[in-house]
């Protein structure tokens, strides 16, 4: 557990701009979002989650709550998409695919 902290705090605090696609919640997203708190924030986030909101958990906290803390930049491109990732996840990927094909035959 430590070495994976000490590679997150060196990834975070080396790079110029972050940005974290957050699927559920747990250990993962509270580590990813925590670190990002000591450099002001990610500069982009995406939240994949089924969790509601009002249960309390970290899984159903929103961005708007991570930019409360400054976990998430104020003026942070950030979105909640409330669905299962197990179908979310593979229409995300479809769309990037489709657009970096579309950009390679300009």
């Not at 000490?6 to 790079?15: G, H, K, M, R, Y």
């Not at 899984?59 to 979105?79: C, F, L, N, T, Y």
């Not at 229409?91 to 390679?104: A, C, D, H």
Request: charged share 25%.
């Amino acid at each position: 557990m430590l070495k994976d902290e000490s590679e997150l705090n060196d990834i975070v605090f080396t790079a110029e701009k972050t940005g974290a696609l957050i699927i559920g919640g747990g250990i993962s997203k509270h580590h990813t979002i925590w670190w990002n708190q000591f450099r002001d924030g990610l500069d982009y986030a995406v939240y994949i989650s089924t969790a509601v909101e009002w249960d309390g958990s970290l899984s159903g906290a929103r961005p708007r709550e991570a930019v409360s803390w400054h976990k998430i930049k104020e003026k942070a491109d950030h979105v909640m998409i409330e669905g299962d990732a197990s179908i979310i996840l593979p229409i995300m990927v479809s769309s990037l695919i489709t657009r970096k094909t579309k950009q390679e035959m300009k």
